[in-house]
């Protein structure tokens, strides 16, 4: 059984694509150069990179494999941690990639298309189906859920120079804090928002000492994944 089973992986995906979409959809060139909330990235890196998860979703979805799973929506992120040599170099890649389009609309019709069709994609799959990302095995569910739950944790990095954009799915939102109270063991404060416990569980922003004192020791475990 999954562990985010109040989630439903299909309907999270493709609203957090759909929303992604909207809001790509409707940059320029100019805000294609506007920074995120990811370190060193512009609007177009990051498109980029969203780009290559939506592209990680179609093969995974039409490659099965009777492999066993070894990871599913919450234990997938134990592997996803800030500040390594990994991470320092999946930067770089992506602003090299990125950067050779030199038209941005390009970029911004190849992301659309892409998330499109990776929509379509989990809307036919078989959720209790084994597939294959990022050397590990997942159910197709499982794996939607992850994909709902980075696309939405990037819109919120897409859109911090972007106040007019509007936010995040509420459903990948909830697959968010589901994932990272999964990962915490515990519920997060209720005071706190769905895109703030994003934040403050993904390492976009440092905890306040209030906060701090409120976790525990459960604080030390922050960032959850980066």
Do not use: I
């Amino acid at each position: 059984m999954s562990s985010v089973d109040a989630v439903v992986p299909t309907k999270a995906l493709c609203a957090a694509y759909e929303a992604a979409s909207a809001v790509a959809a409707d940059l320029g060139d100019e805000e294609s150069w506007l920074p995120t909330g990811c370190t060193g990235w512009a609007v177009r890196d990051l498109v980029f990179h969203c780009l290559t998860d939506a592209q990680r979703a179609l093969v995974a979805l039409h490659t099965p494999t009777r492999a066993p799973v070894d990871r599913d929506a919450v234990t997938y992120w134990q592997d996803w941690r800030p500040d390594t040599v990994g991470a320092a170099n999946g930067r770089r890649w992506v602003r090299v990639n990125a950067s050779m389009f030199l038209d941005f609309g390009q970029l911004q019709g190849l992301y659309l298309e892409t998330l499109a069709a990776a929509v379509h994609a989990a809307e036919t799959a078989d959720p209790a189906q084994h597939v294959g990302t990022q050397g590990h095995v997942l159910t197709a569910g499982d794996l939607l859920s992850t994909l709902a739950v980075e696309a939405t944790v990037h819109h919120l990095d897409l859109t911090v120079r972007l106040p007019h954009a509007a936010g995040p799915a509420p459903e990948g939102l909830a697959a968010v804090r589901t994932t990272l109270d999964g990962l915490l063991g515990r519920p997060a404060p209720a005071e706190w928002s769905d895109a703030h416990y994003a934040r403050v569980g993904t390492g976009r922003t440092a905890l306040t000492e209030a906060e701090r004192a409120s976790l525990g020791a459960a604080a030390d475990r922050f960032p959850l994944f980066g």
